[in-house]
Nanobody
């Protein structure tokens, strides 16, 4: 079965850090571009960060640039999102997406709550 699974969410205090993982099962991530998305209550899903298949190209939405870092370990078939200096407005369900031509896979999401 082909699937993505996010992990690492939870409750974190403002200013804290969290690292999310996105692991693939049933297929190799190394050929896929990966996107991290998030959806806060009452808001549309937005892209947070993207990384190319080689890891050589990375992009971030303005609101997280300088605080979040995306990386990948193709040997472990996993992509990571390191989140630092977290703010309450980062609270959302975070999803990873793997895309290659017409192949498009989504994880089930992991909740990140930033609150004191």
């Amino acid at each position: 079965q082909l699937q993505l699974a996010e992990s690492g969410g939870g409750l974190v205090q403002p200013g804290g850090s969290q690292i999310l993982s996105c692991a693939a099962a049933g297929f190799d991530l190394e050929d896929y571009a990966i996107g991290w998305f998030r959806q806060a209550p009452g808001k549309e899903r937005e892209v947070v960060s993207c990384i190319s298949s080689s890891g050589g190209s990375r992009s971030y939405v303005d609101s997280v640039r300088g605080r979040f870092t995306v990386s990948r370990d193709n040997a472990r078939n996993t992509v990571f999102l390191q989140m630092d200096s977290l703010k309450p407005e980062d609270t959302a369900v975070y999803y990873c997406n793997a895309k290659l031509l017409l192949r498009d896979y989504w994880g089930q999401g992991t909740q990140v709550t930033v609150s004191s």
